[in-house]
């Protein structure tokens, strides 16, 4: 492996790093955006069941707000309950929008280095061309050994390139449609509550916790 690298040329380098802030940045998504952990399935009934009781207060919404990202959603909703139905919607819509935006915390990592790891592989594969051809030039085609050094080069690194690229493209598009799918799952209980509070007729929560889980 070490050979590998060193055959690469310099521009291994930031390839290889590109590679571990793919590993770091899928596993640490993968942890962060676990459906069980975004959008905790009893959440809505344990908010009816305090509404309900009358048990809601200024400890129970803070406790609600730390307790997950669809809980700041609820949270937010709940705090501004009393002013009327569209000023409950703007403040969830407006927590959402934070939510989301950490859902999506290092995605454009991920997409910057599926963009730019190709390129590195594309320049390692210039730069080990030049070689091939500065050597053609100085001695001719007689040294073998050379030639197949910036040839090696030039493939390793278009290899290596691509080998961080496609990953980082899988991850990407794959933590895009769990964000997506979350966020459907986070806009049908924040309506849900919305419609209970405000409705036009009062809206019953199921007792038991909803099953429709983010894929």
Partial sequence: MYEFVIAGGWLMVPILACSVAVIAIAIERYWALRPARVVPPALLHQVWSWLKSHQVTRQKIQELRDSSPLGKILAAGLSNAGHGRDIMKDS?????????HDLE???AILG?????APLLGLLGTVIGMIKVFS???LQGTGNAAVLAGGISEALITTAAGLSVAIPALICHRYFERR???LVVVMEDQAVKLVDALHGDRLMQ????PAEKQAS
């Fill in 135 to 137: 050597a053609i030039m």
């Fill in 105 to 107: 915390r290092y995605l």
């Fill in 179 to 181: 964000i997506d799918s």
């Fill in 92 to 100: 969830i819509e407006e927590a959402a929008n934070q939510v989301i």
């Fill in 205 to 208: 929560i199921d007792d038991k």
């Fill in 112 to 116: 910057t280095v599926a963009a730019i």
